[in-house]
Nanobody, 126 residues
Framework: EVQLVESGGGLVQAGGSLRLSCAAS????????IGWFRQAPGKEREGVSC????????YYADSVKGRFTISSDNAKNTVYLQMNSLKPEDTAVYYC???????????????????WGKGTLVTVSS
């Protein structure tokens, strides 16, 4: 059974930090990238960051560049999202997903979201 389990969400003040974890099982971890996505109330789900399990290539949305860092522990089949300098607009449910990482015109992008976790809520207070 494929499982992606997020943890680490919570309530934090603006300027604070959180580290999200995504533990994956039930599929061949190295065959996929793992991505973090978020959905704020009343808004569409958006891609935040993705990392290739095979070579560590990464993608970041412009809104989080310089503040968020994605990393992968392949021995544990776990991907982390370190979130620093959090802003109220980062408030959302954060989901991880098994995805693929493409490369076009000098940049990486995430596509093909095959499996999803159930999400973890991040609330940033002002």
């Amino acid at each position: 059974e494929v499982q992606l389990v997020e943890s680490g969400g919570g309530l934090v003040q603006a300027g604070g930090s959180l580290r999200l974890s995504c533990a994956a099982s039930g599929f061949t971890f190295d065959d996929y990238a793992i991505g973090w996505f978020r959905q704020a109330p009343g808004k569409e789900r958006e891609g935040v960051s993705c990392i290739s399990s095979s070579d560590g290539s990464t993608y970041y949305a412009d809104s989080v560049k310089g503040r968020f860092t994605i990393s992968s522990d392949n021995a544990k089949n776990t991907v982390y999202l370190q979130m620093n300098s959090l802003k109220p607009e980062d408030t959302a449910v954060y989901y991880c997903a098994a995805v693929h990482l493409g490369y076009y015109s000098g940049s990486y992008y995430c596509y093909g979201m095959d499996y999803w976790g159930k999400g973890t809520l991040v609330t940033v207070s002002s």
